[in-house]
């Protein structure tokens, strides 16, 4: 079977009671949209912290240094999303690093609104969090050909501010023994 993950702040959508409120950073952040779609990764395993998480974490840590600086919270997507929202999920045409990134289609008012219930019906069961120290040492135990097509295709600049972010002023050389 596969799942998606997808980033969001586990702490914007925790509640003590129903009655709660939920911010709206919650809904339009975690949940906003580029051309109504919504970038998602798709992922074989399901709330287990594997190598293919690892470099999914690792390419949002990426394309978002500053938003990930507290630490990755990732809501696993499965049937039940998919069957009561009705997107489809495309494959990324660029592939990058392999990271299986795909977007969901169709995002509308109604998908949204079952996106967000999902998610609060979830929260406490379909995320699978990494802190700052978890993510610094999946940067410092990754593969050295990892890093290379990191390298390559991501611009040296993005692991110049992942490496600023997590390892202060060493260097890239230094962090991953290059």
């Not at 702490?11 to 949940?31: H, K, L, V």
């Amino acid at each position: 079977m596969k799942y998606y993950v997808r980033m969001i702040r586990k702490d914007r959508w925790e509640r003590t009671s129903p009655e709660d409120e939920i911010s709206g950073e919650a809904i339009t952040i975690d949940w906003g949209c580029v051309f109504n779609e919504w970038s998602v990764y798709e992922c074989e395993s399901y709330l287990k912290k594997t190598d293919e998480i690892a470099k999914i974490v690792l390419r949002m840590v990426g394309d978002n240094p500053k938003k990930t600086a507290d630490g990755i919270d990732l809501l696993y997507l499965d049937d039940s999303f998919f069957r009561s929202t009705g997107v489809i999920s495309y494959p990324d045409p660029e592939k990058k690093l392999g990271s299986l990134h795909c977007n969901l289609r169709e995002v509308n008012y109604g998908t949204l609104k079952k996106a967000v219930i999902y998610s609060l019906n979830n929260i406490k069961d379909h995320v699978l969090s990494y802190t700052p120290v978890e993510i610094k040492e999946l940067f410092k135990n990754i593969g050295r050909n990892f890093i290379e097509e990191f390298k390559q295709e991501y611009k040296k600049d993005k692991l110049k501010a992942i490496i600023k972010l997590y390892f202060g002023d060493s260097t890239l050389e230094a962090v991953f023994n290059i």
